[in-house]
């Protein structure tokens, strides 16, 4: 198996890019913020141990989030190609991530890390609206669905993440920065780091990134 890496804050596009890849290559989008919510939404263990820290916007612990990924891991055929939305957010779930890896003759290609200003990022966080049965991302300004409150591809209800509102949203790019300077370096210095400016259009990021797939054939 091998993996592709997202890495970005909040709002940078991480979920688009990853929906984008599903869509023009074999990558399967493995989101760990997607599979919080659906364990919340379940109530299962996990959920119940997660949800506190989704409320206010910090991390899950590490044991956990691992936890979460190989039971998705253990899904596939051995063989899949994944592209990781939200995760690793630390080094300790690199270094978990590594080994896991290790045992399941698996590699990480690229981590591509998606660049934007918060002036950017907060308004696309604050109008950010996502389909309760699909997921498919919109946004009120540059993403609107064609009926205000309803999903373009099947209808269901659009609604608001909690934890997009403004003063939540500081805070995560806050925990986003700090957490993530080391994990940054750490891939850098493995040469599998790739810088990707993504304050602009989803066609030009994903236009970036295709690229870098392109030149390894991946
Ligand atoms: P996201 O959908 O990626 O923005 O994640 C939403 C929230 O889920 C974060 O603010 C964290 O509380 C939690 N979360 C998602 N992925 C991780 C991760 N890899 N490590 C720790 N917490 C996570």
Redesign the pocket.
Known sequence: MHAIILLGG?GSG??TAADMLRKETEYIHV????M??AAIKEGTPVGRE?EK??T???????D??IRI?EDRLDEGTGHDAYTF??????LG?AELLDRSFEGRNGSIRHVFCLKAPPEILIPRLTGRRICRSCGTNYHVVNIPPQVEGVCDNCGGELYQ?S?DEESTIRH?LE?YEDQTRDLISYYDKRGVLAPVEAGKAPQDTMGEILEVLQKDGA
């Open positions: 909040p991480k979920g989101s760990t913020g997607d919080l919510r997660a820290f989704l206010e916007g910090e991390l899950v612990p590490d956990v989030i990924v939305d939200g995760f690793p957010r630390t779930q993440r934890d995560r925990v």
